[in-house]
């Protein structure tokens, strides 16, 4: 009894590492779902405790924002604390309030010596700091986990191609190539399987190689949909 389960546990194909079953997809499908309707709950009372905190720092009047911002702090000696906040600064603009011309301010977020020049104005131990960014944060968790589940719910219904019939001389090696119609090879290991390894040898990653003439039927079977893919490969003599 030993003998025949030693010899059955030696046929059975290797799951491939990091492999996904069907159930295992549908888990996390189902915990990503439960995270993005979380995450969009608070959304908006992210957004809105973000704006607090922006309004609370100062405003400069004339500035025209874009995205991504940051903070400055000027420091001065004596005085309190003054909070510039801008956004893109390869496009943030002022406009002059004396001829109405616009100038164009770089380089804020950058300061080398501890000196910074803002229309006019010098201050000295300047320092740029990340603005809040919870909703934004928030938001990119949404549509990463939204993607995810694109790609779990692919992989269910997902289906590869092989060329029908392979010809090898013996020796010789070759690495199929599958063609994952929804792409999901991440998600859907395949485990690959030679019905002749007197034939011809298939290793864990698709490997080929032709042992003796002969003919020998290759599968490869998804780990989330448990279909199963075959080829012919034909071995013929060196």
């Keep these: 009894m030993a003998s025949v389960l030693a010899a059955t546990v030696a046929l059975a194909p290797a799951i491939p590492a990091n492999a996904m079953t069907k159930k295992q ?139 029908p019939t392979y010809v090898l001389a013996t020796g010789q090696s070759l690495t199929l190539s599958p063609v994952f119609k929804y792409n999901t090879s991440d998600i859907n290991k395949i485990t690959w399987k030679s019905s002749n390894t007197k034939v011809v040898k298939v290793s864990k990653n698709g490997n080929l190689l032709g042992i003796a003439p002969g003919t020998a039927t290759i599968s490869a079977k998804l780990s989330v949909t448990g279909k199963t893919y075959k080829t012919t490969v034909n071995v013929i003599a060196q």
């Design 25 to 163: 997809v549908n888990a996390e499908i189902t915990s990503l779902q439960k995270k993005v309707k979380k995450d969009k709950s608070s959304y908006n009372r992210s957004l809105k405790k973000d704006q607090e905190i922006l309004d609370s720092y100062y405003k400069v009047d004339g500035i025209r924002y874009t995205a991504d911002p940051f903070i400055v702090v000027i420091k001065k000696t004596g005085q309190p604390d003054t909070y510039l906040y801008f956004r893109d600064t390869s496009k943030l603009t002022i406009a002059d309030s004396h001829d109405g011309n616009t100038t164009h301010v770089t380089g804020l977020a950058t300061i080398s010596d501890n000196t910074i020049d803002f229309y006019g104005v010098k201050a000295k131990e300047a320092t740029a700091k990340d603005a809040p960014h919870t909703a934004s944060d928030r938001q990119a968790a949404i549509e990463k986990n939204q993607s995810r589940i694109r790609a779990l719910k692919s992989s269910k219904k997902e289906s590869v191609s092989l060329n």
